[in-house]
């Protein structure tokens, strides 16, 4: 196909290169035929005052256009061929290419008249390369690849390489996608628009097209890390627990994503938790307690500034800090000594476990409407959330359903499944409907005798054999009440002992077993008195 164009007087702004025949390299921004006269395009000839010359070279082309460039009666005539290779940065945003496959080969079929490339870019050309910013880079990529990096990747710098595919000379398929972090504004994976997927380790599927985000992420990557600016950064996490973890920081300003190329060597192989540290303080001062081999968190104090960052349950995989050995020894006297050689310095611990470290209870008070709560099996055990449930930071997966309790004050224990379904559906439009979810591992289902627990009491213990059982570290736990106890009616079951007094004197921080042998020791003395405190309020605090 051939076209024609009229030539200004003065300057063309048009470069032209090689021979038999030259060929349109560059048509420069000011030009009166930018738009007009494409790269590509192949001389044929130009008419001057009515006669035809065809200079065989870009030289002698050159020479003739600026020796004529006065005359206004000059026309150019071209064959419009497609160049044999074009190299340009895209612009930020969408850029309105539509590239579809042709035999095998991502070609430009459309350009909107939008498009800020319009002039630039010629429709048949194929997609040998395109380059990301960060580094990224694909050659020889389908249509499919092509337009998910144009949708996904809407930054400046990127660098696309277009070829003729007539020629043949097109680059083999290879994809190369850099790791990327990413700053995450605020809101939960449904605000923030993030599509993921995965049950082993979660992948970013893409960005819905209505976050503001969309354009800004990577699609099709695994994400290996999520930090948190209070000390914690997973790793390795399911799609399941990272938006648990999103829903539970949805209010934190500087969370980070470290997405990671799929074909990376070195992708997380298990769920872990890297915590910071404080850089002064031994295990003790932390508010941990350890213990078995590998170490084992057994209890951390309320007031630690790692409570909520570390839980119990959780396995030491090491302790990370300046000094460290090669082969670590990871047992819970190893571990606590090197907390306090480390104190001083930038340290941190990495735990494994960290999907079976759920608290022993939890209390959650449930908003009118839907609980977005998954049940199965009887007692009613917590399989999973529906999409947008706002309680999922609260509650574990693998909880159960213990007690149910409704705005009337009926207390309902001993649930199952389908009745709970149903008494939740009943009472939807309640502003009271209180669960208190347990883990089973650790804690035993109530009963309709067993007493609600008060926020502390004070009890005067008699003397003789207080027939109770205790489990725990500090703070230990009253785990069971014997029916010929003397406190049965007066003590509620999972109460926590923070102090006991005895002729005047206080003794607190102690474990169960130091606690039961201090009450035999003195169960002649009149005069007890035990503190108790409810555990699983957040806002009662302990001795330590």
């Given amino acids: 196909m051939t076209s024609s164009f009229k030539l200004p007087a003065g300057s063309l702004g048009i470069v032209f290169k090689g021979s038999n025949p030259p060929v349109v390299k560059e048509v420069k921004y000011e030009s009166e035929l930018f738009g007009k006269v494409k790269c590509g395009f192949s001389f044929l000839s130009v008419n001057i005052d009515g006669r035809e010359q065809a200079p065989s070279d870009a030289v002698s082309l050159a020479k003739s256009l600026k020796e004529t460039s006065n005359n206004p009666n000059r026309i150019m005539n071209f064959t419009m061929t497609l160049p044999a290779e074009i190299e340009f940065i895209l612009p930020e945003g969408d850029v309105g290419l539509s590239v579809t496959d042709v035999d095998g080969i991502a070609i430009i079929t459309k350009i909107s008249a939008e498009s800020p490339l319009k002039h630039i870019v010629r429709i048949g050309m194929a997609v040998d390369s395109f380059t990301l910013p960060d580094g990224s880079t694909m050659t020889g990529g389908s249509s499919a690849k092509v337009s998910e990096w144009l949708r996904f990747n809407q ?104 997405l990671m190329n799929p074909g990376d060597g070195e992708l997380p192989s298990e769920p872990v938790l890297k915590a910071f540290l404080p850089v002064l303080g031994n295990c003790s001062e932390l508010g941990l307690v350890l213990g078995g081999n590998p170490a084992r968190v057994r209890f951390v104090n309320q007031a630690s500034e790692m409570n909520e960052i570390i839980k119990k349950g959780m396995e030491v995989v090491k302790v990370g800090w300046k000094y460290e050995p090669d082969n670590q020894d990871i047992s819970a006297e190893a571990v606590t000594e090197s907390l306090t050689e480390s104190s001083g310095t930038d340290r941190y611990i990495l735990f494994r476990n960290i999907y079976k470290a759920i608290p022993d209870e939890v209390e959650v008070n449930f908003a009118p409407g839907r609980i977005g709560i998954i049940f199965g099996d009887n007692p009613p055990r917590v399989k999973g959330f529906t999409q947008g449930c706002t309680v999922s930071h609260l509650i574990d997966v693998g909880m159960v359903a213990d ?29 009271r409907r209180v669960i208190r979810f347990i883990n089973p591992a650790t804690v035993e289902l109530s009963t309709e005798d067993d007493l609600e627990r008060p926020d502390m009491i004070n009890l005067n213990l008699p003397t003789g054999k207080l027939h109770i059982s205790l489990k725990g570290p500090y703070p230990p736990r009253v785990s069971n009440i014997k029916p010929i106890s003397p406190l049965l009616r ?27 042998t201090l009450l035999k020791e003195t169960e002649y003395k009149q005069g007890r008195v035990m503190k108790l405190k409810n555990p699983y309020n957040p806002n009662v605090s302990f001795h330590f």
């Fill in 490 to 516: 007066l003590l509620p079951k999972n109460m926590a002992v923070d102090e006991l007094i005895i002729d005047g004197r206080s003794y607190s921080g102690f474990n169960s077993i130091k606690l039961a």
């Fill in 155 to 258: 930054t400046a710098g990127r660098v696309m390489i277009l070829k003729d595919p007539s020629l043949g000379d097109l680059s083999p398929p290879s994809y190369s996608q850099a790791n990327v972090t990413v700053d995450l504004p605020l809101g939960n994976i449904d605000d923030l628009g993030l599509i993921i997927q995965g049950n082993d380790i979660a992948t970013l599927e893409g960005v819905n097209r209505f976050s503001h985000m969309h354009g800004k992420v990577p699609a099709n990557m695994i994400i290996g890390a999520l930090r948190i600016p209070d000390g914690r950064e997973f790793q390795g996490l399911n799609q399941s627990f990272l938006a648990k973890v999103l829903q539970e920081t949805q209010d934190v300003e500087g969370r980070i994503l470290y």
């Fill in 403 to 431: 007690t149910l309790i409704l705005d009337s004050g009926k207390r309902y224990t001993n649930l199952e499944t389908h009745k709970l379904t149903r008494t939740l559906i009943a009472n939807a439009g309640s502003n």
